[in-house]
């Protein structure tokens, strides 16, 4: 069975409450895809980020992120039929379970980050980060292909809450892994079918080279 590593962004379950629509639409989309095994790290989104406002110490706030992601986990969970009842605190998976959640590990990481390590430990070859924006954006325009290393020249460090297509750190992870990352809009959930099935997509790809001068090169 195929292994998929999504990477769910707080800013489209929770963009100012949670969006139940939206929740409901994702489900219906996982449960189809009954012959895959889903991991999915659920982010935070508006709500940590109104709520670690109000707190000083920075480590308090990745705690109070981390618990807000997890209940944004349990959440997802209690609409998804056969899902482990459990958000996973751990890279292990306890079952023979198709889908399994999570929310935050570890301050001084995000949930891309948690993504980034499932999908080490179970050789994921990629992750697919669903964000609210179509992709990397620079200039207004979409990327549709770049390194890691242009990647962390716009965003290069790891803040509390930050608002950034894919964390810096998970970013550094998945560039030593030698895997890609995919960065679309989870608003079009049928993009992820386009990358299952290696047909063009709308969004970016992010990894170690860039295949186009590549090609160019031959």
């Not at 489209?12 to 629509?21: C, D, R």
């Not at 899902?83 to 959640?101: I, K």
């Amino acid at each position: 069975m195929q292994t998929v590593v999504l990477s769910l962004g707080g800013s489209l379950l929770a963009p100012n409450g949670i969006n139940w629509e939206y929740l409901k639409q994702f489900c219906a989309f996982i449960q189809i895809h009954n012959d895959i095994r889903w991991i999915i790290t659920v982010g935070g989104g508006k709500p940590v980020r109104e709520l670690i406002a109000h707190v000083d110490d920075r480590t308090q706030k990745d705690l109070v992120g981390i618990a807000m992601t997890r209940v944004h986990a349990q959440l997802l969970i209690s609409q998804l039929e056969g899902a482990h009842p459990h958000v996973l605190t751990s890279t292990e998976l306890p079952d023979q379970s198709t889908v399994y959640v999570a929310g935050g590990f570890t301050p001084g990481r995000t949930t891309d980050d948690v993504a980034t390590q499932f999908a080490v430990a179970h050789n994921a070859s990629h992750i697919i980060n669903l964000t609210n924006v179509d992709g990397v954006l620079v200039g207004g325009a979409v990327q549709e292909h770049m390194t890691f290393d242009a990647f962390l020249e716009l965003f290069s460090e790891h803040e509390p809450g930050m608002n950034a297509p894919f964390d810096p750190v998970a970013t550094r992870r998945a560039q030593q892994a030698g895997m890609n990352v995919y960065i679309i809009s989870g608003k079009h959930l049928e993009r992820i079918d386009a990358i299952l099935s290696e047909k063009p997509f709308i969004g970016t790809l992010l990894s170690r080279v860039d295949d186009r001068l590549v090609s160019n090169d031959n």
